[in-house]
T-cell receptor, first 112, second 116 residues
Framework: GESVGLHLPTLSVQEGDNSIINCAYSNSASDYFIWYKQESGKGPQFIIDIRSNMDKRQGQRVTVLLNKTVKHLSLQIAATQPGDSAVYFCAEKWEYGNKLVFGAGTILRVKS | DTAVSQTPKYLVTQMGNDKSIKCEQNLGHDTMYWYKQDSKKFLKIMFSYNNKELIINETVPNRFSPKSPDKAHLNLHINSLELGDSAVYFC???????????????FGSGTRLTVV
């Protein structure tokens, strides 16, 4: 089926620590993956993406790792800040119709 | 300027009513979407339009009817509202596939629909 699942529904980290959010995807034909951040009362906001021909991509304080062998995606946030508190979603793009299928989301709570 | 704007932001209505949510994007994208986010934050695609043409129509009740007057607008009309329709509805847009590249995929801020 079209399910993208997250292992940890809630992650609490201390400010300044690194955060790792994990995601399992189901469609081995997916060729593009995106991480989104959703703050309360707002729409999902693009963080970083990665194509299936890559296994790692870095942005500003964020890194996405892709393991196609086990269909696993992770988002690493360095030096987590209170402003990083949000719900994080991974999404995979299915070839047909440019359709993004979202995972269930992980709540990230940053403790000061 | 807001890239993807939805109106209204909040909508409270009684069961059985008909309501519409409007969406407009000024990004020049050619594909627009409606997603539904339930109380558990799960986001599920409902519809996708590319240049006013329906591309994706997930298993959504016939009471939901999208309308795209032009590629910058995608409205969602819901007939005979039910309690289970209560959710946050997000509009999004992207530039369609050019080969294997995907551009954009920007979301609006959502419309919280409450059916009482």
């Amino acid at each position: 089926g079209e399910s993208v699942g997250l292992h940890l529904p809630t992650l609490s980290v201390q400010e300044g620590d690194n955060s790792i959010i994990n995601c399992a995807y189901s469609n081995s034909a997916s060729d593009y993956f995106i991480w989104y951040k959703q703050e309360s009362g707002k729409g999902p906001q693009f963080i970083i993406d990665i194509r299936s021909n890559m296994d790692k991509r870095q942005g500003q304080r964020v890194t996405v790792l892709l393991n196609k062998t086990v269909k696993h995606l992770s988002l690493q946030i360095a030096a987590t800040q209170p402003g990083d508190s949000a719900v994080y979603f991974c999404a995979e793009k299915w070839e047909y119709g440019n359709k993004l299928v979202f995972g269930a989301g992980t709540i990230l709570r940053v403790k000061s | 300027d807001t890239a993807v704007s939805q109106t209204p932001k909040y909508l409270v209505t009684q069961m059985g009513n008909d309501k519409s949510i409007k969406c407009e994007q000024n990004l020049g994208h050619d594909t627009m979407y409606w997603y539904k986010q339930d109380s558990k934050k799960f986001l599920k695609i409902m519809f996708s339009y590319n240049n006013k043409e329906l591309i994706i129509n997930e298993t959504v009740p016939n009471r939901f009817s999208p309308k795209s007057p032009d590629k910058a607008h995608l409205n969602l009309h819901i007939n005979s509202l039910e309690l289970g329709d209560s959710a946050v509805y997000f509009c999004a847009s992207s530039q369609g596939d050019r080969g294997r590249r995907v551009y954009g995929y920007t979301f609006g801020s959502g419309t919280r629909l409450t059916v009482v």
